[in-house]
């Protein structure tokens, strides 16, 4: 598959959205390739992303995911958080589908001018204030965002962590090109794994059916 980027235009959240990314490792899940699981054994999330692909890719059909109330809420505020972002720093957000560059995608909440993008979380009062005290890049987000800047092949990515009433707390990262390398192995080695796997079940189904 071609590394030239791919521009899905669609709303994040659609039933078309869900279909371009539909057995795709994405950048909101790239922590989840990266997990180590104890004393050297398979992660547990990281193996549980790969069957929930896997299952993808065989039934050709998105699964579903659990959403909670505070998922749907977040999802809601994500427009409110984006025009408080414009609101303080000038600058005009541009929505965007879904990026797709050789087997990995990214769903960023925004493109900022040629360079930029923004990420927007949403997080109960008493973790932004958490987030304002430490008052650095939130490095839980880290692997999602920097793979978000190698999909789109941009320089640095804001993040904008809001809840209505607090102050918003907006902070950038740049591209860490020894990360991002380290970042497009792994992914490469999880699509790998991927693809054995999908082969596997699918030599199962054969041999049951011979």
Same mark, same amino acid.
């Given at each position: 598959?071609?590394?030239?980027?791919?521009?899905?235009?669609?709303?994040?959240?659609?039933?078309?959205?869900?279909?371009?990314?539909?057995?795709?490792?994405?950048?909101?899940?790239?922590?989840?390739?990266?997990?180590?699981?104890?004393?050297? +054994?398979?992660?547990?999330?990281?193996?549980? &992303?790969? &069957?929930?692909?896997?299952?993808?890719?065989?039934?050709?059909?998105?699964?579903?995911?659990?959403?909670?109330?505070?998922?749907?809420?977040?999802?809601?505020?994500?427009?409110?958080?984006?025009?408080? &972002?414009?609101? !303080?720093?000038?600058?005009?957000?541009?929505?965007?589908?879904?990026?797709?560059?050789?087997?990995?995608?990214?769903?960023?909440?925004?493109?900022?001018?040629?360079?930029?993008?923004?990420?927007?979380?949403?997080?109960?009062?008493?973790?932004?204030?958490?987030?304002?005290?430490?008052?650095?890049?939130?490095?839980?987000?880290?692997?999602?965002?920097?793979?978000?800047? #190698?999909?789109?092949?941009?320089? #640095?990515?804001?993040?904008?962590?809001?809840?209505?009433?607090?102050?918003?707390?907006?902070?950038?990262?740049?591209?860490?090109?020894? &990360?991002?390398?380290?970042?497009?192995?792994? !992914?490469? !080695?999880?699509?790998?794994?991927?693809?054995?796997?999908?082969?596997?079940?699918?030599?199962?189904?054969?041999?049951?059916? +011979?």
């Amino acid at each position: 598959m071609s590394d030239e980027l791919q521009t899905i235009t669609c709303e994040q959240g659609s039933p078309e959205w869900a279909r371009s990314r539909l057995g795709t490792p994405t950048a909101s899940e790239f922590a989840a390739i990266l997990t180590k699981g104890r004393g050297g +054994a398979e992660s547990r999330t990281r193996l549980s &992303y790969l &069957y929930k692909l896997a299952g993808e890719r065989l039934t050709g059909e998105p699964m579903e995911t659990v959403s909670s109330f505070h998922m749907e809420r977040g999802k809601l505020m994500e427009d409110e958080a984006r025009s408080v &972002y414009s609101f !303080v720093t000038g600058r005009a957000c541009e929505r965007i589908g879904f990026l797709r560059r050789g087997r990995a995608g990214a769903s960023p909440d925004a493109l900022i001018g040629h360079d930029g993008l923004l990420e927007i979380k949403t997080k109960l009062p008493h973790l932004m204030v958490e987030t304002i005290l430490r008052g650095e890049f939130p490095p839980e987000h880290k692997a999602q965002c920097q793979g978000q800047l #190698w999909i789109a092949q941009r320089e #640095w990515i804001d993040i904008a962590v809001y809840w209505p009433g607090m102050p918003i707390f907006i902070t950038r990262a740049s591209r860490d090109e020894a &990360y991002i390398s380290e970042l497009a192995d792994a !992914v490469d !080695v999880f699509n790998t794994e991927l693809d054995l796997t999908v082969k596997r079940i699918r030599s199962y189904g054969l041999a049951k059916a +011979a």
